[in-house]
């Protein structure tokens, strides 16, 4: 007997099929199924041939007229309720992915989830979204290609780099020991002594901005104070070394080079010789020279990225750098926020004030400088309403601007979490190595 002609037979069992889930059987009616003929149950009454049955189901024994389905057999009586009532459950202690893969199975649309069910599967879907966007991250941000500021140690693949350099041991005990403090005793006196001169830098800075250390020529003319000059050639040299001796060492030159802790480096030490380099020429008088004065005086602020250099040396600071980098949706979202808020709010501040003698919020821009201290709640105090209107629209200007920064933020901190533990685990493990 040809496989058609079973299919074709008329026997009183012509309106049930029999269904075997897993070593469950069970027998259904035609009638049962016809109410849902988009289902993969359904859409077997349409079969014509056991090659057509075949595509819907595991296997088909003609003798029997069975249908096997290799599926969970459990949840198969969640399917068998669907069936007779138009509802579908979740099944308690299966995974919510697990459960939207067995109704995509069966074609059961996840509308027909029941009522009951319906707040926790969405709360179980942001669950397992939330999860896999943090695995993604994770993926993406802690094991990408490219350098990042949370990562310092020494790789592997960078010590790999020395094999078949010049003087490959040498420079290799030498990298280590910068790059990876807790490798040994003298690698610890390198980083303190780094830190030190940081930190002495630093401090000189803000002490030659006091009016007490400053001094001035017979032509009144400001000049460098001796003491404050000699620390600061002294964490010059040091910076420039220990550049210079990274540089040397470094496994990749273009790596290094590209790194932005060691492009930071660069810049801590570059305006010192700019500035230098001014000063010889301003001494000579040179008449195209007319603004040096205003351009040694901006490279000599510009010291103020040796500050960056404590990065180096902190975690904390590492993670952030990771965070802000990885996080710029975020804060695009952040300053659209603001800005949409603080374009509504100082025009309406404009029209409650405008017309009060005693308000300072005469024009827009007030209103927009108003707009943006009082939406990020630093309130300065310089600039405020007098009207009542005026109060009113800064009241919610207020509350708007809590409610637009606490929004994001959120993200942002668990992003930095993240990366501050994970750089934390990293420089344990290395000190353990």
Avoid at 220 to 228: G, Q, R, T
Avoid at 333 to 357: H, P, T
Wanted: aromatic letters at 12%.
């Amino acid at each position: 007997m040809m496989y058609g002609q079973i299919f074709n037979l008329h026997s009183p069992d012509d309106c049930f099929i029999n269904v075997n889930v897993g070593g469950f059987k069970q027998r259904m009616e035609h009638t049962v199924l016809k109410r849902f003929p988009q289902t993969r149950l359904g859409r077997l009454l349409c079969c014509s041939s056991k090659e057509a049955a075949l595509e819907l189901c595991d296997d088909f024994s003609p003798a029997e007229m069975e249908y096997y389905f290799d599926r969970n057999p459990h949840f198969f009586c969640y399917v068998l309720n669907f069936y007779l009532t138009g509802k579908i459950h979740l099944v308690d202690g299966l995974c919510v992915v697990s459960f939207i893969q067995e109704i995509e199975y069966w074609g059961i649309k996840e509308r027909h989830l029941d009522f009951c069910c319906s707040n926790k599967f969405l709360e179980l879907i942001e669950l397992a979204e939330d999860k896999h966007w943090d695995q993604r991250s994770d993926d993406l941000q802690f094991h990408s290609s490219d350098s990042s500021m949370e990562e310092l140690s020494t790789s592997e693949e960078d010590v790999r780099m020395f094999e078949g350099s010049w003087c490959a041991d040498v420079r290799r005990n030498i990298w280590i020991r910068l790059e990876n403090p807790g490798y040994s005793t003298s690698a610890k006196v390198m980083a303190v002594a780094s830190l030190s001169m940081v930190i002495v830098s630093i401090i000189a800075m803000c002490v030659h901005s006091m009016p007490d250390f400053q001094q001035v020529d017979h032509n009144e003319k400001e000049i460098e104070n001796p003491v404050l000059a000699f620390f600061e050639s002294v964490c010059v040299l040091f910076f420039s070394a220990e550049f210079i001796l990274r540089l040397t060492v470094a496994p990749s030159a273009k790596k290094f080079l590209c790194s932005v802790l060691n492009i930071i480096d660069l810049m801590s030490v570059m305006p010192f010789y700019v500035t230098m380099a001014c000063d010889i020429m301003d001494e000579g008088e040179n008449t195209d020279l007319e603004n040096v004065g205003k351009v040694v005086q901006i490279l000599r602020l510009m010291r103020v990225f040796r500050i960056l250099k404590l990065a180096r040396h902190s975690v904390g600071l590492r993670s952030l750098g990771a965070t802000l980098r990885h996080s710029s949706s975020e804060i695009g979202q952040l300053l659209l926020f603001l800005s949409v808020g603080i374009s509504v709010f100082s025009a309406l501040i404009y029209f409650a004030e405008n017309e009060s003698q005693e308000s300072e919020l005469q024009t827009m821009p007030i209103g927009w400088w108003w707009a943006t201290i009082s939406m990020t709640t630093v309130g300065y105090g310089d600039t405020f309403p007098v009207t009542l209107a005026g109060k009113l629209i800064g009241t919610l200007c207020i509350i708007c601007g809590l409610l637009i920064v606490a929004l994001p933020i959120t993200n942002i901190f668990n992003k930095f979490s993240k990366f501050y533990q994970r750089q934390k685990h990293l420089d344990l493990k290395q000190s353990n190595n």
